[in-house]
């Protein structure tokens, strides 16, 4: 978690600073902090609380300087408070550094650090790095950052300065992200492009053990070993705008407004009507194999997770591929068989999941091959796959995923159909999907057009404490994601089920408090939906079915109906889950909660 940012140039460094903390905030936001350098003096001052705490409180300050370090934090070491803050110093004060990542082994470096007669000031696992980078420095920033990368344990992504070298900031990363920017009014590094893409789109991406010495006018890359490395540049494909609220009041809606737009960015290009087959170029490198997949395993976490499930029906449907959807954290836990030409598929937006990651690097110890399906370009999940396919969604902003959601379902269901289409699938089934997915974002515009509808449905129950979600087969995920996503934004307490099981336990729990959201398109799992709606009317339990549009009898048994567009059942949870979302952040809206940055959560969960 966490986001650090840098930069050294002609410009003032403050603002940057900020203006990146600011975009990074997605990736924690209890407290920050911000370094500013000016020959050999450094002005450094922290803060709890969000962004605008630590802007208000540098505003009347002098903070001249063209270079400088800054970070927003998610408390692992050590509670959010001012000391805990970063940038951490050393003993002397001369280095500051700010970090990204968890040192494993701090508590030993701490020890003996004490014992050589280092007094710390924080909680935090970051500052033993500021003291053994102070400790080692003989001139030489680099040399000293490098020594330091070898004692410790853990991932790390960190920005440092020093008092006697002016003009230099030294980068360096392990198993955390970092992104070096590159433009003619200086450079920047930072956790996440988002932090410098107002300023530059040529970006080099710093991989696990290297270092890069910063300079207005120059850079250089280079291992632990102090070997230079020539990396290519990279051009970001997004734009500033593409993370400002644009007139919506939070990210949330705005990301939810944009899925007719990011469903079809999945498509774009990759849609091959007269064939019946989807295009997709990023599997290219491993397709012969692939062709022969008999097994598949999907990993991912939280919103990810509930898109794999999807997947898995999807895929049982469109293929004869056996498929298991792990949750990335328990994955390494199972002792799972890969039988030969066995593929994981990680799913990730921000393509660092720690959780997510450990659960590739273990599959790929037994053997097996390695897909990712990911948004942020040049994101470790991304290099460390063998293959894959971006969403090309933009930045998702919002804590809560919602539009890479609907991406990541939308290119399963095309990589389903593609090793479908070289089984069984025949030519009629593959360009009825085509047409079925090409009408998908008109039909998302459609469910938005009820958005005054689902928001006062939200008014009568969004001060009910405990919702229950409910769906089958390909909506049973989309009824877990619905309540995750009511959980969230709003702290209301919800549980996502399987139709079915409700008989089995949370049954009891029904009330005419407890609001039910019934998913039930019409497909071959409606009637059964229907009985299961039943039962909980006959405890008076309020329902909202979420149902396909022109059903005229759900009215009968559901107190309130959202309306769907038709399409086929493997393709309504991309549908189904708009309404939910729309829900879950209306009724966050109304209960005042701060729904881009829910309490307790980060965006980029870099922690195991
Ligand atoms: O970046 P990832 O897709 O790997 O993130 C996985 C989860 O942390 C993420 O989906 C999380 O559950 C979101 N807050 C859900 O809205």
Same mark, same amino acid.
């Given at each position: 978690?966490c986001g650090i940012?840098s930069y ?6 403050r603002p940057i600073?900020v203006g990146g903390?600011?975009?990074?905030e997605y990736r924690?936001?209890?407290?920050a902090?911000i370094a500013?350098?000016?020959g050999?003096k ?10 605008i705490?630590?802007?208000?409180k ?6 001249? &300087? $063209?270079m *400088? !370090? =800054?970070?927003?934090?998610w408390a692992?070491? %050590? +509670?959010?408070s001012?000391?805990?803050a970063h ?8 280095v500051?550094?700010v ?9 030993f470096l701490?020890k003996k ?7 710390f000031?924080s909680?935090t ?23 330091t990368?070898?004692?410790?344990? &853990? $991932?790390? *992504? !960190? =920005?440092v300065i020093h008092r006697?070298?002016? %003009? +230099?900031?030294?980068v360096?990363r392990r198993g955390s992200p970092?992104v070096?920017?590159l433009?003619?009014e200086?450079?920047f590094?930072?956790s996440d492009?988002?932090?410098?893409v107002?300023?530059t789109?040529q970006?080099i991406?710093?991989?696990d ?12 890359i280079s291992?632990?070993r102090?070997e ?9 494909e ?9 007139g919506?009041?939070?990210?949330m809606?705005?990301e939810?407004?944009?899925?007719p ?6 498509m774009?290009?990759?849609?091959e009507?007269?064939e019946g087959?989807?295009?997709?170029g990023?599997?290219?490198p491993v397709?012969e194999e ?5 097994h ?5 976490c939280?919103?990810?997770?509930y898109a794999?499930?999807v997947g898995?029906y999807?895929?049982e449907?469109?293929?004869d591929?056996?498929v298991?959807?792990e949750?990335a954290s328990e994955?390494?836990y199972?002792?799972l068989?890969f039988p030969p030409?066995?593929?994981i ?15 590739i690097r ?6 097996a091959r390695?897909l990712g399906?990911?948004n942020v ?5 991304s290099r460390?796959?063998?293959?894959g396919?971006?969403n090309h969604?933009g930045p998702?902003?919002?804590v ?10 939308t290119?399963l269901i ?7 289409r070289?089984q069984n ?5 593959g360009?009825e999907t085509i047409r079925a997915l ?5 039909q998302i515009?459609?469910?938005?057009s009820q958005?005054?509808h689902i928001?006062?449905?939200?008014e ?6 405990n919702w ?8 049973y995920p989309?009824?877990?994601e619905?309540?995750?996503k009511l959980?969230?934004?709003?702290y209301?307490h919800?549980?996502?089920?399987a ?9 009891a729990?029904?009330?005419p408090e407890?609001p039910?959201v019934?998913?039930?398109p ?10 299961n709606i039943q039962?909980i009317?006959s405890r008076?339990g ?10 005229k009898?759900?009215?009968e048994?559901a107190?309130e109906v959202?309306?769907i567009p ?7 949870p991309?549908l189904a889950?708009?309404p ?5 952040y209306?009724c966050a ?9 829910p309490?307790n959560?980060?965006k ?5």
């Amino acid at each position: 978690m966490c986001g650090i940012v840098s930069y050294v140039g002609e410009k003032q460094a403050r603002p940057i600073l900020v203006g990146g903390l600011k975009q990074l905030e997605y990736r924690g936001y209890d407290s920050a902090g911000i370094a500013v350098q000016n020959g050999p003096k450094i002005s450094c001052q922290r803060s709890v609380g969000k962004i605008i705490e630590l802007e208000k409180k540098i505003s009347s300050l002098d903070m001249d &300087g $063209t270079m *400088g !370090i =800054a970070h927003t934090r998610w408390a692992t070491h %050590g +509670e959010a408070s001012e000391h805990n803050a970063h940038p951490h110093t050393d003993q002397e004060q001369r280095v500051f550094i700010v970090h990204n990542g968890i040192i494993e082994n701090y508590a030993f470096l701490k020890k003996k650090l004490q014992k050589e007669g280092c007094r710390f000031y924080s909680e935090t696992d970051t500052e033993v790095l500021a003291h053994l980078v102070g400790i080692q420095f003989d001139g030489d920033l680099a040399e000293a950052v490098r020594k330091t990368m070898s004692q410790v344990e &853990g $991932t790390f *992504g !960190i =920005a440092v300065i020093h008092r006697d070298v002016p %003009g +230099e900031i030294v980068v360096a990363r392990r198993g955390s992200p970092l992104v070096i920017g590159l433009s003619d009014e200086g450079h920047f590094a930072a956790s996440d492009v988002s932090a410098m893409v107002r300023y530059t789109n040529q970006v080099i991406h710093l991989q696990d053990n290297e270092l890069a010495t910063l300079r207005k006018d120059d850079f250089l890359i280079s291992t632990a070993r102090a070997e230079p490395i020539q990396r290519s540049i990279e051009t970001v494909e997004w734009h500033a705008e593409d993370a400002e609220l644009n007139g919506f009041p939070h990210f949330m809606l705005k990301e939810i407004y944009e899925q007719p737009e990011t469903v079809m960015n999945a498509m774009r290009g990759r849609l091959e009507l007269g064939e019946g087959v989807p295009k997709l170029g990023g599997i290219t490198p491993v397709w012969e194999e692939l062709k022969k997949c008999r097994h598949l395993v999907i990993v991912a976490c939280g919103t990810s997770y509930y898109a794999g499930s999807v997947g898995r029906y999807v895929f049982e449907k469109l293929t004869d591929i056996d498929v298991e959807v792990e949750v990335a954290s328990e994955f390494r836990y199972r002792k799972l068989n890969f039988p030969p030409n066995t593929f994981i598929i990680a799913l990730s937006q921000s393509g660092e999941t720690a959780d997510t990651l450990a659960a590739i690097r273990e599959a790929k110890r037994k053997g097996a091959r390695l897909l990712g399906i990911v948004n942020v370009v040049g994101s470790s999940i991304s290099r460390e796959t063998e293959a894959g396919i971006y969403n090309h969604a933009g930045p998702e902003i919002g804590v809560a995923s919602t539009k890479i959601f609907t991406s990541q379902l939308t290119i399963l269901i095309l990589l389903a159909l593609l090793l479908g289409r070289h089984q069984n699938l025949s030519l009629t089934e593959g360009a009825e999907t085509i047409r079925a997915l090409q009408k998908l974002p008109e039909q998302i515009r459609k469910i938005l057009s009820q958005a005054n509808h689902i928001e006062a449905i939200a008014e009568k129950y969004h001060t009910c404490r405990n919702w229950l979600f409910l769906g089958r087969k390909f909506n049973y995920p989309i009824a877990m994601e619905g309540a995750l996503k009511l959980k969230e934004v709003s702290y209301i307490h919800a549980e996502g089920y399987a139709a079915g099981e409700m008989k089995h336990g949370p049954i009891a729990l029904i009330t005419p408090e407890m609001p039910t959201v019934a998913i039930l398109p019409k497909d071959d799992m409606y009637e059964k939906m229907i009985s299961n709606i039943q039962e909980i009317k006959s405890r008076r339990g309020p329902v909202i079915a979420i149902t396909t549009e022109g059903n005229k009898e759900i009215g009968e048994v559901a107190d309130e109906v959202i309306e769907i567009p038709p399409t086929l059942d493997f393709l309504n949870p991309i549908l189904a889950v708009v309404p939910c979302q729309l829900l879950a952040y209306y009724c966050a809206n109304l209960l005042n909660r701060d729904i881009d940055k829910p309490r307790n959560l980060a965006k980029s969960v870099t922690v195991e």
